[in-house]
């Protein structure tokens, strides 16, 4: 493993994050620069490490979507979005909670905000690889999940409406 040098720049994760697993973030990160491979086996050990750290998500799904590794991309993000249920005791399907959002605030805790924020990043995801319908429809659901937009879906939807608009 790669030691992380006191002066390379550290990534902030979360205060709660676990030294752990911290550690091996913070290798993977610097690793990223020059190794993918093995950025990509320190990201895979910190989420084996505890995976109940939604943040191990968060860099491994970000880590495959800067790769262009959209399909890996979503596939953490699935497994993001049902780590975030489990622990916030609610239903891990985006369909199912948006028909009754008032019953499940998702803005109420840290664990919900994370689970809006990773759907906006499936929504990302399904803009990029062109599936511009399912990108829709996670982004109307997100609405009614946060109208405040909270998890910052706008910028999103803008995003898709542009490309709807070139198309």
């Not at 809006?116 to 990108?135: C, S």
């Not at 997100?142 to 405040?148: F, I, R």
Request: hydrophobic content about 40%; proline content about 4%; overall charge negative.
């Amino acid at each position: 493993m790669l030691p992380v040098s006191e002066f390379e720049e550290r990534v902030l994760f979360s205060p709660h994050i676990p030294s752990a697993v911290n550690n091996l973030l913070q290798q993977a990160v610097a690793a990223n620069r020059s190794d993918f491979g093995q950025a990509e086996q320190l990201f895979k050990l910190a989420k084996q490490t505890d995976r109940s750290c939604l943040q191990t998500y968060f860099a491994l799904y970000k880590f495959y979507f800067h790769h262009k590794r959209l399909h890996d991309a979503e596939s953490e993000i699935r497994a993001a979005l049902e780590e975030a249920a489990r622990q916030g005791g609610f239903p891990s399907d985006f369909r199912r909670l948006a028909r009754q959002p008032l019953k499940w605030d998702l803005c109420a805790n840290e664990i919900g905000l994370y689970y809006l924020y990773t759907l906006k990043a499936l929504a990302f995801v399904k803009l990029r690889k062109q599936q511009d319908i399912e990108a829709q429809v996670i982004l109307t659901l997100l609405q009614d999940l946060d109208p405040e937009d909270r998890c910052g879906a706008s910028v999103i939807r803008s995003l898709a409406e542009a490309v709807e608009e070139s198309s």
